[in-house]
């Protein structure tokens, strides 16, 4: 196991809520959500800024679920802002009106990344199971009128794969400074609606052509952020910058993990920020020793020459398609499960009917909005 003091990670994904008025049948948060009961309260939160902004973070996601329903998300913003820490708001903009969004500014907020399904309105509401599109619509018009840097973030799969270009055309009319069209990662939801979710590689060379076409022609006026599937290509991602090497997770409840997803794999023994100091989790805690470096690494991946560079690729994934968190990552043409994910990406494309809406399993209390 690493001994030597890691670098100090920059970034924090603090998960406020997973309380969401959307059903995205692609949401990769668990399927067991956190109680709205659980969640931490605003000094707790202030006082993870603090030990953040310590241990060396300069920019935090304020995330969801829908962290817009915290009723004290400007003061979680102001505790981040007081601390130095760069915020930006990752929401669906329902709720969002003008009123909240300038309380949010004056609290310190810097920027705002905002979701959308589709280009279409129609298809949109479908895919996020709510009528949720005219909202994102008002969202973005109010974010930019406000002088604030505007991301569209876009999960891509097969039922919107083949509208990149009304999705860069929508970015441009919402006048978003940034685009980022990132393909499912199937983890929770998305793991379990992966047979409807799953691309195809014609949809995909399509989707790529389009991508280099629009960066071509709008280069120097709109960011354009295309996230590779990792099921399709043959090169394992390295997950999150490695496995804690830049960032860390705070879920609702406190847990600190080194990605979203890494709550599903065993052994893990998470702890929490109300237990534990933030710079004793990044730096001793075996949630964030266990796979970091190279010394947990077997074959191929330990006298592998891109072992420095993709550090295995990824453990919830090489967790969910093989059952060992250890095993090379799938995704990895040299790994030696890489025919199992080949073969899930023939599977025959699923519909849009098949889709399991992402829903509370916790009872009420996690559903506020929802």
């Given amino acids: ?34 109680r709205r009961s659980r969640e931490l309260t605003t000094a707790d939160w202030v006082d993870i800024f603090r030990q953040a902004a310590d241990l060396g973070v300069l920019q935090t996601h304020l995330s969801g679920g829908e962290p817009l329903l915290r009723k004290d998300l400007e003061g979680i913003v102001a505790g981040a802002e007081r601390e130095g820490i760069y915020t930006q708001l990752v929401t669906s903009g329902s709720g969002l009106t003008g009123t909240r969004l300038a309380a949010l500014a004056q609290a310190g907020l810097r920027s705002v990344q905002l979701s959308v399904q589709h280009a279409d309105p129609s298809a949109s509401d479908r895919l996020a199971g709510s009528r949720a599109f005219a909202a994102k619509e008002t969202a973005a018009a109010l974010v930019t009128e406000a002088g604030l840097p505007l991301g569209v973030n876009v999960v891509l799969h097969r039922h919107n794969l083949d509208v990149i270009d009304g999705l860069v055309e929508l ?37 790529v052509e ?14 354009i952020v295309w996230v590779a599937p990792d099921y399709f290509d043959g090169v394992a991602k390295p997950c999150m910058g ?21 709550a599903t794999l065993p052994g893990l023994n998470p702890v929490n920020v109300l237990d534990h100091p933030l710079r004793w989790i990044w730096e001793k805690s075996k949630a964030f020793t266990l796979y970091r470096g190279e010394e947990w690494m077997s074959s191929p991946c330990r006298n592998c020459e891109r072992r420095t560079q993709d550090f295995g690729g990824c453990r919830c994934q090489a967790f969910a398609l093989t059952g060992d968190a250890t095993r090379t990552d799938p995704a990895c043409s040299l790994s030696p499960d890489h025919a199992m994910l080949t073969a899930l990406t023939l599977t025959p494309p699923g519909d849009l009917s098949e889709v399991v809406p992402r829903r509370p399993t916790v009872g009420p209390q996690a559903s506020a909005g929802a």
């Avoid at 059903?23 to 948060?29: F, P």
């Avoid at 960032?247 to 609702?252: F, G, Q, R």
């Fill in 210 to 223: 389009s991508v280099s076409r629009w960066r071509e022609k709008l280069e120097g006026r709109l960011e």
């Fill in 1 to 34: 196991m690493t001994t030597t003091t890691p670098p100090p990670p920059w970034a924090l994904l603090a998960e406020l809520t997973h309380a969401c008025p959307l059903h995205c049948g692609y949401c990769s948060n668990p399927l067991e959500l956190n």
């Fill in 242 to 262: 490695g496995w804690g090497a830049v960032s860390l997770t705070v879920a609702p409840d406190g847990t600190v993990l080194p990605c979203p997803a890494a």
């Fill in 171 to 207: 970015a441009l009319r919402w006048k978003a400074d940034r685009i980022e069209l990132a393909n499912t990662q199937f983890y929770g939801w998305g793991l379990l609606n992966r047979e409807a979710l799953m691309p195809g590689r014609d949809q995909l060379a399509r989707a």
